[in-house]
């Protein structure tokens, strides 16, 4: 026979009993799962990164992270997917490839003087790292212009002078892949006769690039290659820059820019 209802009151309690157990067993439970709540909010998400579209540009790429406060740099493999653990929010990301010359300076890679800027290839964004996991694919685009510089002086003559470049913009902020302001100058390297190249990083539509010319002792002149850009109507704000071709005949006082591939590109004739 089972005991009395009262005979054993710790082990049948009675109904105040059982409605204080149970707010007490509530009581436990959310301060439980305000704690794993809280713990959860405290975990890193997992953030993939996918690189290969930088493969043909090297076997390997430099990432920058920024979350919050809290930035990290590395050269890594592009093969395959990068996998890091990252503090919840939104985080800076930017990869670049074709760094050589350029020097870093916090989040921006700047030019040293002297120094040829470099053929850099870069992706950046802002990604919503506020869940468990997130996932981001790096495409590459060109933040450089490849000029080249074709001079026609009369048959069978080279041309005798120096090129310099001048700019009042000397790099680029991988945080946002904006112009940085300040001055560049450095020497143009002659390719083939009367044909000479250099690259620039990307620069605001209203800045200023010239070609100072030397001669042995002292600059004889120059050329306004920022001037010329606008009135061909380059872009400076696309996402990938367009490489760019002047062709400067000093014999018939003219000059024809082309604006992309050389055979398909959009062409400008201007009078020197």
Known sequence: MPPAAGMYPGLFPNASHMKFSKLILAGILTLLSCSI????????????????????????????LWDGLDASQEEVPVRDTLHRHVAKGIV?????SGQREGQLSGSRLIVP???????????????????ETAWVTAIPHKQYARVTLRVDIGPDTHYPYQFYVESDCCGIDLADLAPVPGELVFP??????????????RHHP????????????????????????????YDWEAEDLADILFDIDYVHQRLRIIIGNWEEGETVCLTL
């Open 92 to 96: 800076g990301t930017s990869v670049w």
């Open 206 to 233: 209203d800045t200023e690039v010239r070609i100072a010319i030397y001669d042995e002792k002292e600059r004889a002149d120059y050329l306004p290659l920022g001037q010329w850009m606008r009135k061909a109507g």
């Open 37 to 64: 709540r809280e713990e959860r909010e405290h975990c890193p998400c997992r953030l993939d990164m996918d690189l290969t579209a930088f493969s043909p540009y090297g076997r390997k790429a430099l990432v920058a």
């Open 113 to 131: 003087a002297g120094s040829q800027p470099d053929s850099l290839q870069a992706f950046r964004a802002e990604v919503d790292c506020r869940g």
């Open 188 to 201: 143009v390297r002659q390719v083939a006769d009367n044909l000479f190249r250099f690259d620039l990083l």
